[in-house]
């Protein structure tokens, strides 16, 4: 999973996203994500 994090973003420092970052996805995608999958991260 390491790698496809650095594939992604290589100057990440921290695997993962925010709750921000998840906000974004979801306007972006016009979906709602699960909060079982938000309390993953």
């Given at each position: 999973?390491?790698?496809?994090?650095?594939?992604?973003?290589?100057?990440?420092?921290?695997?993962?996203?925010?709750?921000?970052?998840?906000?974004?996805?979801e306007k972006a995608l016009?979906?709602?994500?699960?909060?079982?999958?938000?309390?993953?991260f």
């Amino acid at each position: 999973m390491k790698k496809v994090i650095n594939m992604i973003n290589p100057s990440s420092k921290v695997a993962g996203v925010s709750l921000l970052d998840l906000k974004k996805i979801e306007k972006a995608l016009g979906a709602m994500i699960p909060d079982e999958y938000k309390e993953l991260f």
